[in-house]
């Protein structure tokens, strides 16, 4: 039967609707999701889905999966990479859960650190209060009591895009005992020797005050002073000893923090680069440049150097050797300034040092050993002395001859005076060629995104290179070695975030604790007074101390450290309170997320009994950030990784590709998609991205989710409307199927295999286009299409009815289940409206097993065969339809030319008329005659167009010469025994 037909039934025939098995559905083709999608989230609420799926684990032993939630800041509005995030998550739970695991998901927020600790220091500005006249505690709890907002309503969205998990007790990093964990792990580093304090030069936001780790710094343009800078050799000798005729040159450098050059303390020079002294013989007379000036530069950049000082004419006048710079002692540019008052009068010495190169600059480096990590490794090896000139908020200390009270960059990070008086100071002093801007990356914060300094100030350290304990263990006895040893023993998905990580972790700094602000946990430990960070004794490690402190947080929270009297407490009789100072600043808080396998993998009862997860998942820039600090962490404590597995994602990009900006107006906002189209559809783009790369989404790219969505939703309307009727037939065997069911089965258990492998290596992408393609081509363009005369035109107990309908039955499950973890709303409607069951839901269901005698590869070739053949024969009839000779393809009776002789056998076991959805064919063992149809990529094979001849059944609309010849009018004769 075909709905295509324009024909109407004869008015002297009966009407022979009622007797036909057409589908039947309240399944509306409209979704309308934004509106009944929340009333699936409360039926969810009701039933308690997610504790049912553990109830039945428990009755039902399955083997567990893990993922460890990486946990979201508690301070505003989703975007969409965090719905990115969280339903790749809930699509790995749901999918692991589906496929006979016990998938365990505990949604966590970090909820300590400086971006909520702002947002109330904000409101004090508004009041007019003075932050530091706040007490401590007061200010923690009015913080505590922001993040428990958001946290709230950041659940409440969350829950909204159809992610499950165990929302009633997720994990908080300020919990109590969360917070008592972080503190214990933090002295798992005190009492294994690798915890220091020590003073370097660290990335430091003078906006926010306080020292930032690695992952908390982003890059991004900045237009910076440059400045070549004369550096005079004062004290030169030639490696034999003799008196050199390099004293009285200048060695140049070049940099684009002017502000660094008061606490230059050395040039940096590389041994493998080739250097020359050159001479100025030719400049204007009001250069900076002079006629005559004698340069030491790198030989690659020597004319780029002449360019930039606008010299006319230079010349080199030799070659200058490593072993020749190695003896040079230079003059600071401020030594004997006027007002210098002595600051600068001292020798800068000549330093080796790889990381120079003359692929920008002079090939020589100014070295200040307080502001550059460089620098700051050459001044440890060769004993520089170190500056403390820059303050904690960008200003240079006021007693600082010349520059005192100079500001970097303000409060706002705008550029303020320091550059400029260093400049002017440099110009005066006539030690200047050349200056210049230059717009370049340069480090911003990601929270204040202003630019950031370099500064040396007191930090705590944990040393990865520094022997741990007294451990021997096989993976090595540094935090960096049993880091780099346990990557390799992870899961990278996709696998080049394996190299990432590694080439991080081998290049890595010490890992910086301390953050100078009072919202988070302390670094709850004590230094001897008068002791120097490098003494013995110099930090306090007493377990009893530990064991107390831990108490106390697991009590009344890490406020307990502020409390007054905390020291004496804490100290107890063991220790004399007046001869330790207690430590206040608080750790970065990527050491509290990095420490939440601790507190929620190895300590919660719904954790696992090893504390390691099977998968943690985030977004690439997670290589330095979370996935970085959990590995530093978990090695540091346990000398393993506390994952398995770690799968990253790209970030989200407009439908140009552009980065999502306010200022640009194209950022997409959860709430805008869900309002519009529903979570499903959301959920769905997720699916169809390849989340390893950037993901653009826009509306354009969302109205074309939505069409896959609807095509997708049409195959499912058409199994519920055929299968109303299916619990009163007797179901079929697989061996007594036709071959065009059984060829349905083959595909499924292909599938089935296809599905289970992609959702279990986290390839939604892939899942997800198999079984669209398969529902969308396969099925409702080729099998629905052939067996719809069948399902509605067939006796009730037909075998051929009964089979499609035991294949319906199968396909029904099977594709309710491969789509549930992505179209949570969607297959639950699906389900529910054939089983409305008050406490059923597809979720509580594990995807079907599928037997192994469903495969019967050897069909999947005849079917393709017999595809092939009917892609002529409906191509040809469509020829005719649009010359309208016919209205339908019932009214054909085409002549099917085929040469093969074993494809003719195959297709007249197949009833191939109505696989053509024809009234008649006739097949025909011969070459096609001249002019008959063909398709070029089907050889052998053509169609010469002819009517059906007969009568059309009123019933099924076939023509056919039977019909009128039986007991009800108007029919053929299978309708006319379907009707009895």
């Known amino acids: 039967m075909c709905a295509e037909t324009t024909d109407t039934a004869r008015t002297d025939a009966p009407d022979y609707k009622d007797t036909l098995n057409l589908p039947r559905t309240e399944f509306p083709m409209r979704a309308g999701l934004p509106k009944r999608e929340p009333g699936w989230l409360e039926r969810w609420e009701e039933i308690g889905i997610y504790d049912k799926l553990r109830?039945?684990?428990?009755?039902?032993?399955?083997?567990?999966?893990?993922?460890?939630?990486?946990?979201?800041?508690?301070?505003?509005?989703?975007?969409?990479?965090?719905?990115?995030?969280?339903?790749?998550?809930?699509?790995?739970?749901?999918?692991q859960q589906m496929m006979g695991n016990d998938a365990r998901y505990i949604p966590g927020w970090d909820c300590h650190g400086l971006p909520i600790e702002w947002k109330i220091e904000e409101q004090y500005r508004q009041k007019g209060k003075n932050k530091d006249e706040v007490p401590v505690v007061e200010l923690r709890r009015e913080c505590r009591a922001f993040a428990e907002e958001w946290v709230g309503i950041q659940r409440a969205e969350?829950?909204?895009?159809?992610?499950?998990?165990?929302?009633?007790?997720?994990?908080?990093?300020?919990?109590?005992?969360?917070?008592?964990?972080?503190?214990?792990?933090?002295?798992?580093?005190?009492?294994?020797?690798?915890?220091?304090?020590?003073?370097?030069?660290?990335?430091?936001?003078?906006?926010?005050?306080?020292?930032?780790?690695?992952?908390?710094?982003?890059?991004?343009?900045?237009?910076?002073?440059?400045?070549?800078?004369?550096?005079?050799?004062?004290?030169?000798?030639?490696?034999?000893?003799?008196?050199?005729?390099?004293?009285?040159?200048?060695?140049?450098?070049?940099?684009?923090?002017?502000?660094?050059?008061?606490?230059?303390?050395?040039?940096?020079?590389?041994?493998?680069?080739?250097?020359?002294?050159?001479?100025?013989?030719?400049?204007?007379?009001?250069?900076?440049?002079?006629?005559?000036?004698?340069?030491?530069l790198a030989d690659n950049l020597a004319e780029d150097v002449m360019k930039a000082a606008r010299v006319e004419g230079f010349t080199r006048l030799r070659d200058v050797t490593a072993a020749q710079l190695d003896l040079l002692q230079c003059a600071h540019?401020?030594?004997?300034?006027?007002?210098?008052?002595?600051?600068?009068?001292?020798?800068?010495?000549?330093?080796?040092?790889?990381?120079?190169?003359?692929?920008?600059?002079?090939?020589?480096?100014?070295?200040?050993?307080?502001?550059?990590?460089?620098?700051?490794?050459?001044?440890?090896?060769?004993?520089?002395?170190?500056?403390?000139?820059?303050?904690?908020?960008?200003?240079?200390?006021?007693?600082?001859?010349?520059?005192?009270?100079?500001?970097?960059?303000?409060?706002?990070?705008?550029?303020?005076?320091?550059?400029?008086?260093?400049?002017?100071?440099?110009?005066?002093?006539?030690?200047?060629?050349?200056?210049?801007?230059?717009?370049?990356?340069?480090?911003?914060?990601w929270r204040s995104k202003a630019?950031?300094?370099?500064?040396?100030?007191?930090?705590?350290?944990?040393?990865?290179?520094?022997?741990?304990?007294?451990?021997?263990?096989a993976l090595g006895q540094t935090i960096r070695a049993r880091a780099l040893a346990a990557i390799d023993t992870v899961t990278w998905t996709p696998a080049s975030g394996r190299n990432r990580i590694h080439s991080m972790m081998e290049s890595r700094p010490d890992w910086v604790l301390s953050r100078q602000r009072a919202w988070g946990v302390p670094l709850a430990c004590f230094v001897k007074k008068g002791a120097r960070p490098d003494d013995s004794d110099f930090l306090l490690r007493d377990a009893a101390v530990n064991a107390r402190i831990t108490a106390a947080f697991e009590a009344e929270g890490a406020d307990a450290w502020y409390e007054e009297g905390?020291?004496?407490?804490?100290?107890?009789?063991?220790?004399?309170?007046?001869?330790?100072?207690?430590?206040?600043?608080?750790?970065?808080?990527?050491?509290?997320?990095?420490?939440?396998?601790?507190?929620?993998?190895?300590?919660?009862?719904?954790?696992?009994?090893?504390?390691?997860?099977?998968?943690?998942?985030?977004?690439?820039?997670?290589?330095?950030?979370?996935?970085?600090?959990?590995?530093?962490?978990?090695?540091?404590?346990?000398?393993?990784?506390?994952?398995?597995?770690?799968?990253?994602h790209g970030f989200t990009l407009d439908e140009k590709g552009n980065k999502m900006s306010k200022s640009l107006g194209n950022t997409i906002l959860p709430e805008e998609v869900v309002r519009q189209y529903g979570a499903d559809i959301l959920r769905l783009w997720v699916a169809q991205s390849d989340y390893t790369s950037d993901q653009r989404i826009g509306p354009e790219i969302l109205k074309g989710v939505a069409d896959s969505y609807r095509r997708l939703r049409n195959t499912m309307r058409f199994l519920l409307g055929s299968l109303g009727d299916f619990d009163s037939i007797e179901p079929v065997l697989p061996v007594d199927m036709p071959p065009l069911e059984r060829w349905v089965l083959n595909r499924v258990a292909e599938l089935d295999s296809e599905v289970r492998a992609g959702y279990g290596a986290y390839d939604f992408q892939g899942v997800f286009q198999k079984v669209f393609n398969f529902a969308t081509v396969d099925l409702s363009a080729f099998y629905f299409d052939i067996r719809k005369d069948t399902l509605y035109c067939d006796a009730d107990d037909s075998r051929f009815r009964r089979a499609a309908l035991t294949v319906l039955d199968v396909l029904f499950h099977r594709l309710t289940t491969w789509l549930a973890p992505v179209l949570v709303f969607t297959m639950e409607e699906v389900w529910l409206e054939r089983f409305p069951d008050a406490a059923g839901s597809v979720h509580l269901q594990d995807m079907p097993e599928t037997p192994a005698d469903w495969r019967k590869p050897e069909l999947a070739d005849l079917v393709d065969r017999v595809r092939n053949v009917r892609r002529v024969v409906t191509a040809a009839l469509e020829v005719q339809r649009q010359a309208k000779v016919i209205g339908s393809s019932l009214e054909a009776a085409p002549e099917v030319y085929v040469e093969d002789a074993t494809l003719v056998a195959l297709l007249r076991t197949v009833n191939f008329a109505d696989v053509c959805i024809s009234s008649q064919i006739t097949l025909i063992e011969d070459v096609a005659p001249e002019g008959a149809f063909t398709l070029d990529d089907v050889p052998g094979v053509g169609v010469v167009f002819a009517r059906a001849t007969g009568e059309k059944c009123q019933r099924c609309w076939k023509i056919l010469p039977d019909v009128g010849t039986h007991t009800h009018p108007g029919t053929c004769q299978r309708c006319n025994d379907a009707l009895g």
């Open 566 to 648: 905390a020291k004496a407490r804490f100290l107890g009789n063991d220790h004399d309170p007046d001869a330790y100072e207690q430590v206040f600043d608080i750790l970065d808080v990527w050491f509290d997320s990095g420490s939440t396998h601790a507190f929620v993998l190895r300590d919660r009862p719904d954790g696992t009994e090893d504390g390691i997860a099977d998968l943690y998942l985030e977004g690439t820039d997670q290589h330095r950030g979370w996935f970085h600090s959990s590995l530093l962490q978990s090695c540091g404590t346990q000398g393993r990784a506390p994952y398995r597995g770690v799968l990253t």
């Open 55 to 95: 109830e039945k684990a428990e009755a039902e032993p399955r083997p567990p999966f893990t993922l460890h939630d990486g946990p979201p800041y508690a301070n505003g509005h989703l975007h969409i990479g965090h719905a990115l995030n969280k339903i790749l998550k809930d699509m790995v739970v749901r999918s």
């Open 158 to 296: 969350f829950k909204r895009l159809g992610v499950t998990g165990n929302w009633d007790d997720p994990y908080l990093t300020m919990d109590y005992h969360a917070e008592a964990v972080i503190a214990q792990e933090f002295m798992k580093f005190l009492m294994n020797g690798t915890l220091y304090q020590g003073s370097k030069p660290v990335m430091w936001s003078v906006v926010e005050k306080t020292a930032l780790a690695e992952a908390e710094v982003e890059y991004h343009e900045h237009q910076s002073h440059t400045i070549w800078v004369k550096f005079p050799v004062a004290r030169a000798v030639e490696p034999t000893g003799a008196r050199s005729e390099l004293r009285g040159v200048n060695v140049v450098i070049w940099t684009t923090t002017p502000w660094t050059i008061p606490q230059n303390r050395a040039v940096a020079f590389n041994p493998e680069l080739s250097y020359g002294l050159y001479e100025v013989t030719a400049a204007p007379a009001e250069n900076w440049a002079k006629t005559g000036e004698r340069y030491l």
């Open 333 to 445: 540019p401020f030594r004997g300034i006027e007002g210098g008052e002595g600051e600068w009068d001292y020798d800068v010495p000549m330093l080796p040092g790889d990381h120079v190169t003359d692929e920008a600059g002079t090939g020589f480096v100014h070295t200040a050993p307080s502001h550059g990590a460089d620098d700051y490794i050459l001044g440890v090896r060769h004993g520089l002395k170190m500056t403390h000139n820059v303050l904690e908020d960008g200003s240079f200390r006021p007693d600082l001859p010349l520059f005192g009270g100079a500001v970097i960059f303000d409060h706002k990070g705008k550029e303020k005076d320091a550059n400029k008086r260093v400049i002017e100071a440099l110009a005066n002093a006539d030690a200047l060629i050349a200056r210049g801007r230059l717009k370049h990356s340069y480090p911003h914060s």
């Open 451 to 473: 630019p950031l300094i370099f500064r040396n100030t007191p930090q705590w350290f944990v040393s990865i290179d520094r022997k741990v304990g007294d451990d021997q263990d």
